[in-house]
């Protein structure tokens, strides 16, 4: 499947959208208007690299690295993870 | 998401388990505010600038909160930027890690002020719009120039980069608004808006007669935003606050009482719901006098209603009980005149049809007059 998002782009979260660890519970959290969504794991290690610096590739790189998976997988679940957010709005690719 | 389960009581258990931590603050920072919208959801009895908490107790109502388990926090009021000290609260939510949403009427806000906002960190605005232009937003806020100002701010909190929802109620003077309303949400480039019928406690209560849709109009309001939900996937969320007089089901309270949420007043009294002043002898505890924690864990008027067990038999055994929750509390109130009754928007409440004929009564005297929201009492300070 073909990439949905350019991969030298560079991802950030839209202002109003806020990841952060939920101390009281236990788990990440992604803040939104009106909005709390719980990540699921993979989206959580996603979603703390996207800090308006790392590429989409540099975050692909990473993800393999620490955790010993094939690339093209990954590629696949970071495009669509990502560009799903970006329809939502809730994140921008430069 | 944002659903929490709890475990069911320990029967044999002497202690009260603790209670699951609260998602959202709402703080009322001061009820004062520049409109008279007749359907406010304050106080019919105000508090007056003088009982309101200073800036260091808010701030460690913050702190508290954030500790408690609140991840967002919504900044109220009354027209929250009557408080020159709500910048500071912004600065310090962020610095605790609370997600802030500024609820704002946006009249007498300017730019230079947004972007004292915008600096100190907010992470979103909602804009109320009593009407979809300007004679009807003026007429129903009773403040002539309201929705101009109003775009403005629309305008300026976009160009900062701030994600906008538009908050309209709605009711029988301006239902047939609706499709406007969102048309007005679009082109001032909101990705949110919420239509919220008006909901019948304190003032609304007191204009029912002139705000009651008929149920035509109700069924009718329900499938345009129905359409336009669909139409505008992706590009406007829709939120919509149902009008349970025409209900079958009631509407599941706070999803319900000390579940979710909190409130907190311009005089620090700490409430499940922004209404639950209107039942009369519940023990309300306030941050002045204890922290929020135990305020949320063990406070008389939070473990009033709390869970399933405060029930009436007629909702014990229902099994939409952890639904609707009983619906709500103020509503029982108001109608059946006992805050432990079941909720007579619900079809199985014998007090159903009752509420049925107040509404169709109250939509069918085209009653025009609003009696506005303002302070009742002399301010008595010398």
Known sequence: MAAQLAPAGVPRLARGVRLRHDEARGQWVLLAPERVLHPDPVAVEI?????????????????ITAFAVERERVAQDVDAFLANLATKGMVEVA | MNVVTRPDADATALARPPVPPPYGMLAELTHRCPLQCPYCSNPVELDRRNVELDTETWLRVFTQ???LGVLQVHLSGGEPTARRDLEEMIRHCVKVGLYTNLITAGVGVTAERLQSISDAGVDHVQLSFQGADAMMTDHVSNFRGAHERKLAVAREVRRLGLPLTINSVVHRANIHQIPDFIELALSLDAKRIEIA?????????????ALMPTREQVFWALEIVEKAREKLKGRLTIDAVVPDYYAKYPKPCM??????????TPSGKVLPCHAAETIPNLD???????ALDDIWQDSPAFNAFRGTDWMPPLCQTCERKEIDWGGCRCQAMAIAGDAAET?????????????????????????????????????RRV
């Open chain 2, 255 to 264: 999803n319900g009482w000390g579940r979710q949420s909190l409130n907190v």
């Open chain 2, 284 to 290: 309300f505890w306030n941050v002045r006098d204890h």
């Open chain 1, 47 to 63: 979603l703390k690299r996207v800090d308006g610096e790392r590429s989409i590739d540099a975050i692909i790189d990473e993800l």
């Open chain 2, 65 to 67: 909160a954030a500790k």
């Open chain 2, 197 to 209: 019928h008006s909901q019948y406690y304190g003032w609304a209560l007191r204009n029912r007669a």
């Open chain 2, 343 to 379: 909720d007579p928007a619900c079809h199985k409440s014998p007090l159903h049809g009752h509420l049925l004929a107040l509404a169709e009564e109250d939509a069918a005297t085209g009653e025009e007059t609003f009696d506005y929201r303002r302070f009742l009492t002399p301010d």
